[in-house]
T-cell receptor, first 115, second 116 residues
Framework: DSGVTQTPKHLITATGQRVTLRCSPR?????VYWYQQSLDQGLQFLIQ???????AKGNILERFSAQQFPDLHSELNLSSLELGDSALYFC??????????????FGPGTRLTVL | AQSVTQLGSHVSVSEGALVLLRCNYS??????LFWYVQYPNQGLQLLLK??????LVKGINGFEAEFKKSETSFHLTKPSAHMSDAAEYFC??????????????FGTGTRLTIIP
């Protein structure tokens, strides 16, 4: 158990809908990362937050957005869903966001299926 | 931009045999290097990482990896495979110049199968 929790574990929805994925980082970790794992794209970095502020952006679509709240939990919002958004979405956390020093600890993921 | 190449999407070895999973990176500056393992229906777990210092890094579960700058490689090895090693393994890099926003760039993964 990494200490990172993600809810829900599974999510099935229809095209055009909007969903919210939630992540609670390890106690004391200030940095939260979101990754997407799909069969065709592999594991891709989406976005990073550090202590409530966006720090880095990767291959995140405009239909997707995220935020980190004062209690440090984070939410990833996916809207106007398409079939191709079906994937496993991971959240990871680290104390400061400095990979050379800190380890990124991954949650179990949320599996999103868009029908 | 950094990239990671994992040679062999599937590797099969016999129980007790040497495990060798290959990883090469492309970067003008040697990055931080990581190996993660993903068991079925689970998240990723860090096996080991190289940041600085000794180029042979020992990780959990008997795995180790050696950073070879001249070959831009960070291959993962284990002397004797165990059935419990069956999983997907990801090599990842992080740009050491991006202090504070060191996202991980992952390879495409290698699925390791252990033959009894």
């Amino acid at each position: 158990d990494s200490g990172v929790t993600q809810t829900p574990k599974h999510l099935i929805t229809a095209t055009g809908q909007r969903v919210t994925l939630r992540c609670s980082p390890r106690s004391g970790d200030l940095s939260v990362y979101w990754y997407q794992q799909s069969l065709d794209q592999g594991l891709q970095f989406l976005i990073q937050y550090y202590n409530g502020e966006e720090r880095a952006k990767g291959n995140i679509l405009e239909r997707f957005s995220a935020q980190q709240f004062p209690d440090l939990h984070s939410e990833l919002n996916l809207s106007s869903l398409e079939l191709g958004d079906s994937a496993l979405y991971f959240c990871a956390s680290s104390p400061r966001g400095t990979s050379g020093i800190d380890t990124q600890y991954f949650g179990p993921g949320t599996r999103l299926t868009v029908l | 931009a950094q990239s990671v190449t994992q040679l062999g999407s599937h590797v099969s070895v016999s129980e007790g045999a040497l495990v060798l999973l290959r990883c090469n990176y492309s970067s003008s500056v040697p990055p931080y290097l990581f190996w993660y393992v993903q068991y079925p229906n689970q998240g990723l777990q860090l096996l080991l990482k190289y940041t600085t210092g000794a180029t042979l890094v020992k990780g959990i579960n008997g795995f180790e990896a050696e950073f070879k700058k001249s070959e831009t490689s960070f291959h993962l090895t284990k002397p004797s495979a165990h059935m419990s090693d069956a999983a997907e393994y990801f090599c990842a890099v992080s740009d050491r110049r991006n202090f504070g926003n060191e996202k991980l760039t992952f390879g495409t993964g290698t699925r390791l199968t252990i033959i009894p």
